[in-house]
T-cell receptor
Framework: NAGVTQTPKFQVLKTGQSMTLQCAQD?????MYWYRQDPGMGLRLIYY???????DKGEVPNGYNVSRLNKREFSLRLESAAPSQTSVYFC?????????????FGEGSRLTVL | AQKVTQAQTEISVVEKEDVTLDCVYE???????LFWYKQPPSGELVFLIR??????QNEISGRYSWNFQKSTSSFNFTITASQVVDSAVYFC???????????FGTGTSLTVIP
């Protein structure tokens, strides 16, 4: 069982460079999420997608774009990376509908912007 | 507004001691879900428990137990006879049927000293 797979696990960027974090889940979940984790701030939601073809902003969307390519895949793009985007990024999925299931997380992607 | 507060930033205990991690939440919704996640030093996020707002029964799973009290908006987590492997950051989270959002506390870092 792969669960939620995100790539890359580590990335170093220079300010102004762009990159895309990829995420795929094999649990047939409707909802997918991107969070960032910073010391002392817990997990903050960047964007989420309730279903294929829909995306919504979370708490900290500025500087990011997302694409829900299909039910399995949800990518996060940094168009022009900034040092403030240095963080650990987690993709997650959950089954939502008549009940709210728990979040299943990927292993995280550590991004450093110089 | 939806909010989760974990007032304990860091806790240290000696092995075999019991420890309680506090979680206080705020919401005006009547239907919601509460979760606990564990993040060991390796960095992954591990689901521990889900509780819906209509089920105030306490739960015990091995050395872990959870106390849900709607009257005080709390969902506390107790580890009995702590072990070094319990050392981790623990997150409490609040989720909803609508809106597809989960709100995380800032986490409590638990260190169990051998």
């Amino acid at each position: 069982n792969a669960g939620v797979t995100q790539t890359p696990k580590f990335q170093v960027l220079k300010t102004g460079q762009s990159m895309t974090l990829q995420c795929a889940q094999d649990m047939n979940h409707n909802s997918m999420y991107w969070y960032r984790q910073d010391p002392g701030m817990g997990l903050r939601l960047i964007y989420y997608s309730a279903s294929e073809g829909t995306t919504d902003k979370g708490e900290v969307p500025n500087g990011y774009n997302v694409s829900r390519l299909n039910k399995r895949e949800f990518s996060l793009r940094l168009e022009s990376a900034a040092p403030s985007q240095t963080s650990v990024y987690f993709c997650a999925s959950s089954e939502t509908g008549r009940a709210t299931g728990e979040l299943f997380f990927g292993e995280g992607s550590r991004l450093t912007v110089l | 507004a939806q909010k989760v507060t974990q007032a304990q930033t860091e806790i240290s205990v000696v092995e075999k001691e019991d420890v309680t991690l506090d979680c206080v939440y705020e919401t005006r919704d009547t239907t919601y879900y509460l979760f606990w996640y564990k993040q060991p030093p390796s960095g992954e996020l591990v689901f521990l428990i889900r509780r819906n707002s209509f089920d105030e029964q306490n739960e015990i799973s091995g050395r872990y137990s959870w106390n849900f009290q709607k009257s005080t908006s709390s969902f506390n987590f107790t580890i009995t006879a702590s072990q070094v492997v319990d050392s981790a950051v623990y997150f409490c989270a609040l989720g909803f049927l609508t809106g597809n959002q989960f709100y995380f506390g800032t986490g409590t870092s638990l260190t169990v000293i051998p």
